[in-house]
Nanobody, 124 residues
Framework: QVQLAESGGGLVQTGGSLRLSCAVS????????MGWFRQAPGKEREFVAA????????LYADSVKGRFTVSRDNVNNAAYLQMNSLRPEDTAVYYC?????????????????WGQGTQVTVSS
């Protein structure tokens, strides 16, 4: 059974930075696409960033392009989301996810496994 655990969330001021980590256990992490999603209060879960199994096929939501960077470490079964220039509208619970259905692409529709989420709060 694949399990994901996010860490690194917290409270930060506008313009600050945070680095989220996602530790993956079980399964074959190194061959699956990974993604980051977020859900703000009263809103639907939305896509943030994705990375293919080989560290390529990287995609970002328009709202985070140029500020967030997704990466992965297949040796240590981990994925990361470096978040810079944070804004109050980035406040949300952030989830990492993986899929057994694609090595290159992940979305909320094909994600099989989810972490429990980590809270990110950006104060103005």
């Amino acid at each position: 059974q694949v399990q994901l655990a996010e860490s690194g969330g917290g409270l930060v001021q506008t313009g600050g930075s945070l680095r989220l980590s996602c530790a993956v256990s079980g399964g074959t992490f190194s061959i699956n696409a990974m993604g980051w999603f977020r859900q703000a209060p009263g809103k639907e879960r939305e896509f943030v960033a994705a990375i293919g199994w080989n560290g390529f096929n990287i995609l970002y939501a328009d709202s985070v392009k140029g500020r967030f960077t997704v990466s992965r470490d297949n040796v240590n079964n981990a994925a990361y989301l470096q978040m810079n220039s944070l804004r109050p509208e980035d406040t949300a619970v952030y989830y990492c996810a993986t899929t057994s259905r694609s090595r290159y692409v992940i979305s909320a529709y094909n994600a099989d496994y989810w972490g429990q989420g980590t809270q990110v709060t950006v104060s103005s």
